[in-house]
């Protein structure tokens, strides 16, 4: 079945250069957070990432094929999203900050578990199970970072109440010195 098996190695290709932008994007993530759990849960996500793109490459190897990448635009969008998120939570209080964080990196996982979990399906047609098992190790991990981002979620919502308050009469303030001033 070469179409499906060339089909399998092009979506590994976009996957391979999604994951070399996360490489490089989620130590600007980790330094961005400010919720401990959450720096720890990006620090610990990039470890992941590195595993990935081996895991990736023996997949190509297992395939007979090289492991080069291909241009990923939906992860570059992505990333983009990300960076403009960390910018933006600069004026943010840190809890709201790092809650804009979490919806990005979710993100970044939904479109990592859908990829993953059609290479996958993709080798599992192909009959093809050490393949389909190095792509289901990497699809449980991401499934697993999107729960951890989810679980720490709460005490952030928690946290941003207080936050809420203190940032909206931080706005106020500033509005009247710019107004008055």
């Known amino acids: 079945m070469p179409g499906v098996e060339e089909l399998l190695i092009e979506e590994m290709q976009d996957l391979l250069h999604a994951e ?3 490489v490089k994007a989620l130590p600007r993530m980790a330094k961005a957070a400010k919720n401990p759990d959450l720096k720890q849960a ?3 996500h990039l470890e992941q990432t590195r595993g990935h793109v081996e895991r990736l490459k023996q997949a190509f190897e297992l395939l007979g094929a090289k492991p080069k990448s291909k241009p990923c635009k ?3 969008g992505l990333v983009e999203e990300g960076s403009e998120t960390i910018e933006d ?3 943010k209080p840190k809890a709201i900050a790092d809650l804009a964080l979490i919806a990005a990196a979710q993100k970044v996982e939904h479109y990592e578990i ?3 979990g059609t290479l996958r399906a993709l080798a599992e047609h192909l009959g093809n199970e050490a393949v389909a098992k190095l792509l289901g190790q990497t699809l449980a991990e991401e499934e697993k970072a999107d729960k951890l981002l989810t679980g720490i979620s709460p005490s952030l919502l928690d946290a941003s109440e ?3 308050d203190e940032g909206s009469e931080k706005t106020r ?3 009247k010195t710019a107004t008055h001033g």
């Open 20 to 22: 070399g932008q996360l």
């Open 42 to 44: 990006f620090q610990e």
């Open 74 to 76: 939906g992860m570059a």
């Open 89 to 91: 939570g600069k004026e």
């Open 114 to 116: 859908s990829g993953y």
């Open 162 to 164: 207080g936050e809420d």
């Open 173 to 175: 303030a500033k509005g």
